[in-house]
């Protein structure tokens, strides 16, 4: 079992920058681990995503100004949110599950909602014009 939290979110003018928190606690080893978004009235997006071998993976709409890291030490993922949009307000949440990497699912999607087992509650993002 993984449990997530998630923090940072919230209000920043167009142009701004956040940088959101998940920390993970239970089994954390191997997991491939990944942000997602999900605006009211639209589908849930993936963002950004980071493998447990280090890989990085990140949706088109996002490249060049998020950047997602981590922390081993202290369990937490971020995502670096640079140059925000009004397009990013969203609810932002942390996903988790065992990397493909290291004998997760063959049928693992980087960027698909549906790969990932373990969810936080979510922190909102507002971007204002």
């Known amino acids: 079992q993984v449990q997530l939290v998630e923090s940072g979110g919230g209000s920043v003018q167009a142009g701004g920058s956040l940088r959101l928190s998940c920390v993970a606690s239970g089994d954390t080893s191997k997991l491939c681990m990944a942000w997602f978004r999900q605006a009211p009235g639209q589908e849930r997006e993936g963002v950004a995503v980071l493998d447990a071998d280090g890989s990085t993976v990140y949706a088109d709409s996002v490249k060049g100004r998020f950047t997602i890291s981590e922390d081993n030490l202290k369990n937490t993922l971020y995502l670096q949110m640079d140059s925000l949009q009004p397009s990013a307000t969203a609810m932002y949440y942390c996903?988790?599950?065992?990397?493909?990497?290291?004998?997760?699912?063959?049928?693992?999607?980087?960027?698909?909602?549906?790969?990932?087992?373990?969810w936080g509650q979510g922190t909102q993002v507002t971007v204002s014009s």
């Open positions: 996903a988790a599950d065992t990397s493909p990497t290291y004998g997760g699912s063959w049928s693992f999607v980087f960027l698909s909602g549906e790969s990932y087992t373990y």
